[in-house]
């Protein structure tokens, strides 16, 4: 069975551009997470999806980051216009019920704003 | 202070040796996951313990929750070279619509 993917490994752009993350979570898994980990700090919760919809986005940092899962299998994270605090790593992960169950986490993408 | 607070913050061990790590967190849980991280890759899910669970066992991993300290402990028997990572606990809030809660990690290094 094939884990969570996430696509770039690594992005570096310069302040004010646009950068989108891409997560696709394990076939069959209806719950989808995204957490970023920045500056050696805590991971941090930003949202969860139950297939297309928004379950929970209450970490979501401010309107500069946009989710979507359309059709509720692959996500994506863009960040617009982004800034240097945006810097980490994010982390997607999914699970197959939606509470009291593990959750699968996948390589992470690492985020560099210069 | 954070949820899901791990102690020690590094630990440095020969292999052979046992490992322990603790995690106190402070609202309700649903239940505590260990992850592990190996430098610069991924999480890798180790073991969920829930709520009305007190002690789990997986392989050389054995984890404990007293939810009355809300304390948990993640031990590690017999650690290998390969064990050097950093670990995580994370809790499940009750009513949090099951997003975790991470806390800032041990790191382990296990010396051959």
């Known amino acids: 069975e094939a884990g969570v993917t996430q696509f770039p490994s690594h992005s570096v752009i310069e302040k004010g551009q646009t950068v989108t993350l891409r997560c696709d979570p394990i076939?069959?898994?209806?719950?989808l997470y995204w957490y970023r980990r920045v500056m050696g700090k805590e991971i941090k919760f930003l949202l969860h999806?139950?297939?297309?919809?928004?379950?929970?986005e209450s970490g979501m940092p401010n309107n500069r980051f946009l989710a979507e899962r359309t059709g509720g299998t692959y996500s994506t994270l863009k960040v617009q216009p982004a800034e240097l605090e945006d810097s980490g790593v994010y982390f997607c992960a999914s699970s197959q019920f939606p509470e009291n169950y593990e959750q699968y986490f996948g390589p992470g993408t690492r985020l560099t704003v210069t | 202070s954070q949820q899901g607070e791990e102690d020690p913050q590094a630990l440095s061990i020969q292999e052979g040796e046992n490992a322990t790590m603790n995690c106190s967190y402070k609202?309700?849980?649903?239940?505590l996951q260990w992850y592990r991280q190996n430098s610069g890759r991924g999480l890798v899910h180790l073991i969920l313990i829930r709520s009305n669970e007190r002690e789990k066992h997986s392989g050389r991993l054995r984890v404990t929750l007293d939810t009355s300290k809300k304390s948990s402990s993640l031990l590690i028997t017999a650690s290998r070279a390969a064990d050097t990572a950093s670990y995580f606990c994370?809790?499940?809030?009750?009513?949090?619509?099951?997003?975790?809660?991470f806390g800032a990690g041990t790191r382990l290094a296990v010396h051959p």
């Open positions: 076939s069959g898994h209806d719950n």
């Open positions: 609202t309700s849980i649903n239940n």
């Open positions: 999806f139950v297939k297309e919809s928004k379950q929970d």
């Open positions: 994370a809790t499940e809030v009750s009513g949090g619509y099951n997003k975790l809660i």
